[in-house]
């Protein structure tokens, strides 16, 4: 369940910095697409980095799918990730038009 918040946040994270970044957007799709990909590693480095495991308290609530902090750093991770690497490629595509 995280890694599908992690995708999707990607995708709006990637397009929420095109919008704001018009000159490196790669259009709806690819801001999508490369926000999905930005979305998954960058949640999953968050995760592994913060330490993905619940507390035992909350063992029950993780079970279910319903652990509050691994939603939040899963939305966190994956539109950060998902807008990060947005812009890398959008600032590749713009080099790679230069040469």
Do not use: C, F, H, R
């Not at 697409?33 to 980095?49: D, E, H, K, P, S």
């Not at 330490?51 to 909350?58: E, N, R, S, T």
């Amino acid at each position: 369940m995280e890694l599908i918040i992690q995708l999707i946040a990607g995708a709006i994270g990637g397009n929420a910095a095109g919008a704001v970044l018009k000159d490196k957007s790669l259009g709806t799709l690819g801001n999508s697409l490369a926000g999905i990909v930005g979305g998954g590693i960058g949640g999953q480095i968050l995760a592994a980095l913060l330490g993905g495991g619940a507390m035992p308290a909350d063992a029950a609530a993780a079970a279910s799918g319903l652990d509050v902090g691994a939603i939040v750093q899963s939305l966190a991770g994956g539109g950060v990730g998902g807008a990060v690497v947005m812009v890398i490629v959008g600032v590749l595509k713009g080099m790679m038009k230069k040469a």
